[in-house]
């Protein structure tokens, strides 16, 4: 994972989901709770809460989990961002 301020600012819930979604995840509105979503990766059917505000920390955070579960490196995940 790269240092927090390497982490783009521009990231959203939306092209956060997009980008998740070509990586092998799928995305669910109900399963989470309120206004988070579920992003379960396909093959490992292992699931990351993504809240509705996204700042760096919690950014930094999704991402990690997306790179553990997805079996990614952070070169394929910046890739799709």
Do not use: C
């Amino acid at each position: 994972m790269p240092l927090l301020s390497d982490l783009p600012s521009n990231i959203n819930r939306k092209k956060l989901t997009k980008a998740l979604i070509r990586l092998g995840f799928s995305i669910s509105k109900k399963g989470g709770k309120g206004s988070h979503f579920k992003a379960t990766h396909n093959r490992t059917q292992k699931s990351v809460t993504i809240p509705s505000k996204l700042n760096k920390h919690v950014l930094y955070y999704v991402l990690k989990e997306v790179e553990k579960y997805g079996n990614l490196t952070w070169e394929e995940i910046k890739k799709e961002l």
